[in-house]
């Protein structure tokens, strides 16, 4: 049975930083692609960053570039995306998505993810 479990998440302070975990079991290593989405209030669920089975490859919506960075440790089979520069407008609920793959690929849509953890609140103040 696969399992995602988001950590890290909590208040801060518009140009503070935080530091999202994500721990799977029931997966192999190397064997997904890893994704961070986010929701906002009302909002759709979008794509953040993305990150290959690898992890040589990563990819970001424009709205994060340069202030957030995804990795991987597949040995301990955990992602993470550490976010700095924060913003009010980050202020969501983030989600891990992972899909089985042997390409080295970052599917950017939702749909195109199997697997989800339950999300943890970002909430960025002014």
């Known amino acids: 049975q696969v399992q995602l479990v988001e950590s890290g998440g909590g208040l801060v302070q518009a140009g503070g930083s935080l530091r999202l975990s994500c721990a799977a079991s029931?997966?192999?290593?190397?064997?997904?692609?890893m994704a961070w989405f986010r929701q906002g209030s009302g909002k759709e669920r979008e794509f953040v960053a993305g990150?290959?089975?690898?992890?040589?490859?990563?990819q970001y919506a424009d709205s994060v570039k340069g202030r957030f960075t995804i990795s991987r440790d597949n040995a301990k089979n955990t992602g993470y995306l550490q976010m700095n520069s924060l913003k009010p407008e980050d202020t969501a609920v983030y989600y891990c998505?992972?899909?089985?793959?042997?390409?080295?690929?970052?599917?950017?849509?939702?749909?195109?993810?199997?697997?989800w953890g339950q999300g943890t609140q970002v909430t960025v103040s002014s």
């Open positions: 990150i290959t089975r690898s992890g040589s490859g990563t």
């Open positions: 029931g997966l192999t290593g190397s064997s997904y692609a």
């Open positions: 998505a992972a899909r089985h793959t042997l390409l080295s690929i970052i599917p950017t849509r939702p749909y195109e993810y199997g697997y």
